[in-house]
C-alpha cells in the first residue's frame, strides 16, 4: 500500500502457495479450467480502515473505503490466447502462459481515494482474494453454497501504510 | 343478552389469503435472489441469505409447534372442539401429504432425468466436434493464408507490382481463390497497392510494420478479418505484403455461442453430482415452508371452522341447563350460518314458550285465589249488606214508635253514617268481586282474521266522548293490519291500554294508535304503538306493571294490564312497553297477521 500525498493506492498478489495448501496448483487448475472451455474468476477485495484508539476502539476500526476488483480468464481457441477481462473489458491477451498467469494472480495498483494526511491518524489495509478456477454462471453458482472445492477464499490480509 | 361470535367470514379467509400469497411471493423472491444474486460474491450477502433461509422455515415450525402444544393442553383439559379440532388438523396434514409426496417424488424424478438429458454423453461430443469444426475450418483459412504469403510463388507474382497491379490481382486470386484481398507497403509503410474487399484494407501497418506471421484478429461489427503478413525484397526495395480473408459472416457470433454453450456443458457436467444434490435440496428448501404455512394455515382454518360449532355445543349446553339468555352472532352466509339463525330462533321460541307457560302459570294460580275469593267473600258480603240495612231499618222504626216521630238523635246520625260506609263498601268489594271473576272465567279466544281498524276505532270513539282535553289519533293504522284475534278481547285490550294513557293525563294530551306489518324470523306480526304524552311510569313500578293486583291507581283492582297481557299471550302474541318520566310511555302489541279478506 503507498501513500503518495493523500492518495492512497494498493497493490495485490494471490501467491499460489496459499492455494497449494490444498494438495492443488491454483496455476495448473485454472489452466485445466481454461482448456477445457471454462473461465476462471478472482476476485480482490481491499478494505483501507483507520484506527480507532480510546473508548472508540471498542467500536473497532473505522471502514474509509471499500474496492472489490473481479478479473476473469478465458482462453480464446480460435487464437491460442489467454484474455483477461476486467468490468467486462478485455484488460490483457498473453499467448504465454506464465504471463497470462503473472497477470491473473496480481491486481495493478488501485486507487483507494484520498485520506487526511494531517490528521496523524493510523491507517492500513485489509486484503483478501476470492479465486474460482471455474467460474460458475448463475443460476448453477448456488452450488458454492455448498461446495468448498469451487470457491477458495484466502484470510484477510493486514498491511501498513507507507508513506 | 349474551352472544357467541360465529365467524366463518369472508374477510378473515381474504386475509389468511393474503398471507399466504404474500408468504409465497416471499418464498418465490427469496428464492430467486439465491438463485441469482447471493449466491455470487458477497459472503456477507450469503450469510444473511443463510440466516432468512434457516430463520424462515423454523419460525412457522415453531410457530406450529405451539399450535399443536396448544391443542394437546386443549384436549387434556377437555376444552369443547379440541377432538373435532384434531381430526380436522390431521385430514388437512394427510391431505396435504397426499399432494405433496408425489409432487417431491415427481420433481425429484424430473430433475434428475432433465439433468441425465442435459449431460448425455452425445451432447458434449456434439459441442466439442462443432467447436473443433470450427477451430478447424478457422485454423485451416489461417494456415492457408499463411503457405500463400510465405510461399515461393509470391516472388513471382510481385514482379507485377509496378507493371501490371491487375494482373498481380488475378494471378494471386488465381493461385488461391480464399486470398479476398491483398495489400503492400513499402519500407516505409506507404501503401502500394490494395486490391480486393474493401473492408480488409488496412490505414496503415502499425505496430506490424516489418513484422511478419498472422496478424490480430480483427473484429468489427459487420466482419472479422484474418490477415498474414511477410516480407519481400524486390528489385533492391522490401516490400510489406498483407494477405487476408473475411470470415463468413455470423461466424464469430455461431463461434461464441458454441464456446458459451461448451462452458455451460463442461460447467454442468463437472459438478452434476453436486448440482442434482443441491437442486433436490432446494426443492424441498422451497417446498417445506409452504408446507409448513399449509400446515400453519390449516390449523387457522381449522380454528375458524369449528369456531360456530363449538359455540353451537356450548350454546345447546346453557340452553339445556336453563339458560335461555344466549344468542351466536354470524356474519357468514354458509350453512352453518343457517344452522346458528336456526338454533337461534329455537332458543328465541323457546324462551318465549317457557316465558308463556310461566305466565300462564302464573296467571292460573291468580285465577284459582280470585275464583277462590269471590266465592268465599261473594256469600257473606249479601247478609252483611241485608243486615246492616235492616239493623238501620228496624233501629229507625223503633225510635219512631217511641217517640211518635222520626229519629233524629245523635245515636241514630251515627248509626246512619255507619251503616252506609258499611253498604258502600260491601258495594265496593261487590265491584271488585266482578272484576275477580271476570279475570278468572277469561274465556279462551275465539279467533277471527279482523281489521285492526275496526276495534281501534270503536275503542277510540268511545274514550273521544268520554274525555275531551285527550286528543286520540287513531289515523295511522296501516291497511295490511289485519290480525287473527278475538275481537271482543282484543277490544278489552285496547280499551284497557287507552284508558290507562287516558288516566295518566290528567291535564289532558294526546293518545296515538299506529300500527305496521313486522317479520320476525319467519314469521309476520301486526305491531300496533300506543303512545301517550303522560308522566311516564317510575323506574321501581316498571318490573310489576303485568302483575295482577299490582296497581299504583287508588280505585283500581290491578287486573287491567294483566288481562291485557293473558290475551295478548292467549293470542301468541307479544307485549312490552317503553316508557320515559315526563315523556310518555309507549305500549307495543306484536299479534299474528291473520289472511286479508279478498
Given at each position: 500500500m503507498v501513500l503518495r500525498g493523500r492518495s492512497v493506492s494498493g497493490t495485490v498478489e494471490y501467491l499460489d502457495s496459499n492455494f497449494a495448501e490444498r494438495g492443488v496448483s491454483a496455476s495448473q487448475a485454472v489452466l485445466a479450467s481454461l482448456w477445457d472451455g471454462l473461465r476462471a474468476e478472482i476476485t480482490f477485495q481491499l478494505r483501507l480502515y483507520r484506527r480507532s484508539s480510546g473508548v472508540f476502539a471498542f467500536f473497532g476500526d473505522r471502514l474509509l473505503r471499500e474496492r472489490q476488483v473481479y478479473q476473469v480468464a478465458s482462453f480464446d481457441f480460435y487464437e491460442n490466447r489467454y484474455k483477461i477481462l476486467r468490468d467486462n473489458r478485455i484488460t490483457g491477451e498473453y499467448a504465454a502462459e506464465t504471463e497470462f498467469l503473472d497477470a491473473f494472480f496480481s491486481l495493478p495498483e488501485i486507487d483507494l481515494g484520498e485520506i487526511n494526511t494531517g490528521d496523524g491518524g493510523d491507517y492500513y489495509l485489509l486484503a483478501r482474494v476470492r479465486m474460482m478456477p471455474v467460474k460458475i454462471i448463475p443460476p448453477l453458482n448456488i452450488i458454492t453454497l455448498f461446495s468448498t472445492d469451487t470457491v477458495f477464499t484466502t484470510p484477510w490480509v493486514e498491511a501498513e501504510l507507507k508513506p | 343478552m349474551r352472544a357467541f361470535h360465529s365467524s366463518t367470514t369472508s374477510v378473515g379467509l381474504l386475509v389468511l389469503v393474503l398471507i399466504f400469497i404474500l408468504l409465497i411471493a416471499l418464498i418465490v423472491v427469496f428464492s430467486h435472489q439465491i438463485l441469482v444474486d447471493l449466491a455470487q460474491v458477497d459472503a456477507q450477502a450469503n450469510i444473511v441469505a443463510y440466516v432468512v433461509a434457516i430463520a424462515f422455515p423454523l419460525i412457522l415450525l415453531g410457530l406450529i409447534v405451539f399450535q399443536i402444544v396448544r391443542l394437546i393442553r386443549e384436549r387434556a383439559t377437555g376444552k369443547p372442539g379440541s377432538r373435532l379440532k384434531s381430526r380436522l388438523i390431521m385430514f388437512f396434514v394427510l391431505i396435504a401429504l397426499l399432494s405433496s409426496i408425489p409432487q417431491a417424488l415427481l420433481s425429484v424424478n424430473f430433475v434428475n432425468s432433465a439433468i441425465n438429458f442435459w449431460l448425455e454423453a452425445r451432447i458434449g461430443e456434439a459441442l466439442r466436434g462443432g467447436l473443433s469444426i470450427s477451430l478447424e475450418y478457422y485454423r485451416g483459412t489461417v494456415e492457408s493464408l499463411r503457405t500463400f504469403n510465405s510461399s515461393s510463388m509470391m516472388s513471382f507474382i510481385l514482379e507485377d507490382l509496378n507493371r501490371n497491379p491487375e494482373r498481380l490481382w488475378k494471378n494471386v486470386r488465381t493461385v488461391?481463390?480464399?486470398?479476398q484481398f491483398i495489400q503492400v507497403f513499402d519500407a516505409d509503410g506507404s501503401e502500394l497497392l490494395f486490391r480486393g474487399e474493401p473492408r480488409g484494407r488496412l490505414r496503415s501497418l502499425g505496430a506490424f510494420d516489418g513484422g511478419t506471421g498472422d496478424l490480430p484478429k480483427e473484429d468489427r461489427e459487420d466482419a472479422s478479418i484474418l490477415r498474414n503478413a511477410a516480407v519481400y525484397e524486390l528489385d533492391g526495395g522490401q516490400y510489406t505484403v498483407v494477405v487476408g480473408r473475411l470470415m463468413p459472416e455470423g461466424f464469430d457470433s455461431k463461434a461464441s455461442s458454441l464456446t458459451e454453450s461448451l462452458e455451460i456443458f463442461s460447467q454442468l457436467n463437472r459438478y452434476k453430482r453436486l448440482f442434482r444434490l443441491v437442486l433436490i435440496f432446494f426443492y424441498f428448501f422451497f417446498s417445506l415452508p409452504i408446507f409448513l404455512l399449509s400446515i400453519l394455515v390449516s390449523f387457522l382454518l381449522t380454528e375458524e371452522i369449528i369456531r360456530p360449532i363449538v359455540n353451537l355445543e356450548d350454546a345447546t349446553r346453557r340452553v339445556a341447563e336453563g339458560d335461555f339468555s344466549f344468542r351466536i352472532l354470524s356474519r357468514s352466509a354458509d350453512e352453518l350460518s343457517h344452522l346458528v339463525g336456526s338454533f337461534n330462533r329455537m332458543v328465541s321460541e323457546l324462551s318465549h314458550s317457557r316465558e308463556k307457560l310461566k305466565q300462564s302459570e302464573k296467571i292460573s294460580a291468580w285465577q284459582e285465589i280470585a275464583q277462590r275469593l269471590a266465592h268465599e267473600i261473594k256469600n257473606p258480603l249479601t247478609p252483611i249488606k241485608l243486615s246492616a240495612q235492616r239493623i238501620l231499618k228496624k233501629y229507625s222504626a223503633d225510635a219512631e214508635a217511641e217517640s211518635g216521630s222520626p229519629a233524629g238523635g245523635e245515636f241514630q246520625k251515627v248509626l246512619q253514617a255507619s251503616v252506609s260506609s258499611i253498604v258502600r263498601e260491601v258495594d265496593s268489594l261487590n265491584d271488585l268481586l266482578v272484576e275477580f271473576r271476570e279475570f278468572a272465567r277469561l274465556p279462551m279466544p275465539r279467533l277471527q282474521s279482523i281489521h285492526l281498524r275496526e276495534p281501534v276505532e270503536e275503542v277510540a270513539q268511545m274514550y273521544r266522548n268520554l274525555s275531551t282535553e285527550v286528543i286520540i289519533d287513531s289515523s295511522h293504522i296501516s291497511e295490511d293490519s289485519v290480525i287473527r284475534a278475538d275481537p271482543g278481547q282484543i277490544r278489552q285490550v285496547l280499551a284497557n291500554l287507552i284508558r290507562n294513557a287516558v288516566q295518566a293525563m290528567p291535564k289532558g294530551g294526546e293518545v296515538s294508535i299506529r300500527s305496521a306489518v313486522v317479520n320476525k324470523g319467519d314469521r309476520r306480526f301486526c305491531r300496533i304503538w300506543i303512545k301517550d304524552s303522560g308522566a311516564g311510569i317510575p323506574e321501581e313500578i316498571r318490573g310489576r306493571v303485568f302483575e295482577p293486583y299490582f296497581t299504583s291507581k287508588a280505585d283500581g283492582a290491578g287486573l287491567g294490564l294483566a288481562i291485557v297481557e293473558r290475551i295478548v299471550f292467549d293470542h301468541d302474541g307479544n307485549i312490552w312497553f317503553e316508557t320515559q318520566e315526563d315523556v310518555g310511555t309507549t305500549f307495543i302489541i306484536d299479534l299474528p297477521l291473520g289472511f286479508a279478506e279478498a
Open positions: - | 488461391n481463390s480464399d486470398i
